[in-house]
């Protein structure tokens, strides 16, 4: 199993990116998917979740109302919306897929390599 992470960069305060998490072929239809971040010196952190079957989500009350996770079946890929970006996003980004306990955890059994989101003026 393979999650490949792509669509970070560098932008200014209130702009957007569009991060995308591939799975690889071989995958059958993953539980929930996750995106998860990591500040230098900060421990990683819980950003959004998506339940494969309904589209149910969850997302951490830092970015409500300005991140929007989201999945196309057809192409086994996740997606987070980021909208309104802080200097307070800037990190590292990883998705992940299969979580052992709760959906906010960090236990979850696969992870993709992570992309670097940098904001700042």
């Known amino acids: 199993v393979q999650l490949q992470a792509s669509g970070g960069g560098s932008v200014q305060p209130g702009e957007s990116l569009r991060l995308s998490c591939a799975a690889s072929r071989r995958t059958v239809s993953f539980h929930i998917m996750g995106w998860f971040r990591q500040a230098p010196g900060k421990e990683r952190e819980f950003v959004a979740a998506?339940?494969?079957?309904?589209?149910?989500?969850v997302y951490a009350d830092s970015v409500k109302g300005r991140f929007t996770i989201s999945r196309d079946n057809a192409k086994n890929t996740v997606y987070l919306q980021m909208n309104s970006l802080k200097t307070e996003d800037t990190a590292v980004y990883y998705c992940?897929?299969?979580?052992?306990?709760?959906?906010?955890?960090?236990?979850?059994?696969?992870w993709g390599q992570g992309t670097q989101v940098t904001v700042s003026s």
């Open positions: 998506i339940r494969w079957s309904d589209g149910s989500t």
């Open positions: 992940a897929a299969d979580p052992r306990t709760g959906w906010t955890t960090v236990y979850y059994n696969y």
